[in-house]
């Protein structure tokens, strides 16, 4: 398929968008093929995730060249094979690849006959991609009563039958694997085409297959519930501990226990984001392709609708309830968290007070102890100096430059050297302050 546009006369070319031929490829990946009736379907889905698949699409196309057959093309997720009578048709999704095997049937074989075990040889021949998700053994006939009857073959208790919306089909199977594990269907043909046909027994092994896929979510939230409800049940009581909590360090303990909490159920959720996602779209795909068949009541059985339904809902309720449950107790955590987190602040703002208070107390204290000291080490230097200036008076009055009585010249001295020091140690003070400021 060409992404290109001639114009002209064939010599001009418009360049297409880098994705347009995916695009308009992508309602043709996975076309319906004509299937003859009588048939024998045997259908296996496998978990691919990851480097499985790319593993997968390598062991296929050496199956295919050692057999002389065309390998599927790198980009396609949708091939072909043919092997005689027996078809193999290969479809690649984003987390799982079927291979859908096809074999011409006895017109007047008993459904299911013979087992679908003895059938399954082929698949031998190449390595299993992944672990197995989806066996199907759907077996197409004519309409013959009472050879057909759904009611003789599969378990009442859950058996559901249904007719397409002209009633040219009817399909029924009980959901349940047999003896070799494969969950079988039986499709009675009423008249239709190979190619209505084909898509007939397409759309009814993907609504097997999307169910199963679709019900991966269930266990993953068996598995995270008690978590959930343990945390729940946890954050209440952190809750109930936090109204009483009046001490900064049982709210440093209750935020380091909801901060463990919440980064637990993070984990969960993210873990489980990705598998209750696919679980809802693999039930809206099952219940897309429930809506194409437009079912129709046989008897007073139940359509495949209305049991997959009473028997599916549950469980999907349980895994949107799961999801919601984790997304609330998200929430009321971090809710939970930031309250604790605004009290331990003002707890610290609190004590931050408490300390300035105690360290404006102390400063003032110091200034007066230095006041103190500055008094008296004026006092002392004041002494020493006077002490100094009376030797040097007494000097000069022994050898007779001053006739003045020595005691008297040290006494006036005092006054003007106390002064000065005072005076000295005041601007030395004042300046230090200036420079801190």
């Not at 297409?16 to 003859?36: C, D, I, K, N, S």
Request: aromatic share 6%; glycine share 6%; hydrophobic share 40%.
């Amino acid at each position: 398929m060409t992404a290109e546009v001639l114009i002209g006369d064939g010599d001009g070319r418009l360049s297409p968008h880098p994705l347009r031929a995916a695009v308009l490829g992508e309602v043709h990946a996975r076309p319906f093929t004509a299937l003859a009736v009588p048939a024998r379907v045997l259908h296996f889905a496998f978990d691919t995730s990851g480097e499985k698949a790319k593993a997968d699409r390598i062991a296929l196309t050496k199956f295919c060249e050692s057999r002389g057959l065309q390998p599927p093309p790198s980009n396609e997720k949708h091939h072909r094979a043919s092997f005689g009578t027996t078809m193999l048709r290969w479809e690649q999704h984003s987390e799982f690849t079927t291979y859908t095997w096809e074999f011409t049937a006895d017109p007047v074989a008993m459904p299911f006959h013979p087992e679908a075990s003895s059938l399954a040889s082929p698949m031998r021949l190449v390595p299993q991609p992944g672990p197995l998700l989806v066996a199907v053994d759907l077996h197409a006939l004519p309409d013959d009563p009472p050879r057909t009857a759904p009611e003789r073959l599969f378990d009442r208790a859950s058996l559901a039958v249904a007719e397409n919306s002209d009633g040219a089909a009817v399909y029924a199977t009980d959901f349940q694997p047999g003896p070799s594990g494969f969950v079988r269907v039986l499709v009675i043909d009423r008249g239709m085409a190979p190619e209505r046909a084909g898509a007939l027994v397409q759309r009814v092994l993907e609504i097997e297959t999307y169910r199963t896929l679709a019900l991966l979510g269930l266990p993953e939230a068996q598995r995270l519930g008690p978590s959930i409800s343990n945390g729940e049940r946890r954050l209440a009581e952190v809750t109930a501990e936090m109204r009483k909590a009046a001490d900064l360090a049982i709210n440093n303990r209750l935020l380091q226990e909801l901060t463990e909490l919440a980064a637990e159920v993070e984990a969960g959720a993210a873990a489980s984001l990705g598998r209750f996602s696919a679980s809802r779209a693999y039930e809206e795909i099952m219940t897309g392709r429930l809506a194409t068949l437009g079912e129709r009541k046989v008897g007073g059985l139940p359509t495949w609708s209305s049991f997959l339904a009473r028997r599916m809902k549950p469980a999907m309720r349980t895994c949107t309830t799961t999801e919601a449950r984790q997304s609330d107790l998200s929430l009321k955590l971090a809710r939970a968290a930031n309250l604790l987190r605004t009290r331990v602040d003002v707890e610290l703002e609190h004590q931050n007070q408490e300390l300035l208070k105690s360290m404006n107390a102390r400063t003032r204290l110091q200034l007066r102890l230095q006041a103190t000291v500055e008094g008296l080490s004026t006092a002392a230097i004041t002494y020493y100096v006077v002490g100094l200036f009376g030797y040097l008076v007494k000097g000069l009055h022994d050898s007779g430059q001053i006739t003045v009585e020595p005691s008297l010249v040290t006494a006036g001295f005092v006054p003007i050297a106390a002064f000065s020091i005072w005076w000295t140690v005041r601007s030395i003070r004042r300046k230090h302050i200036a420079s801190e400021d």
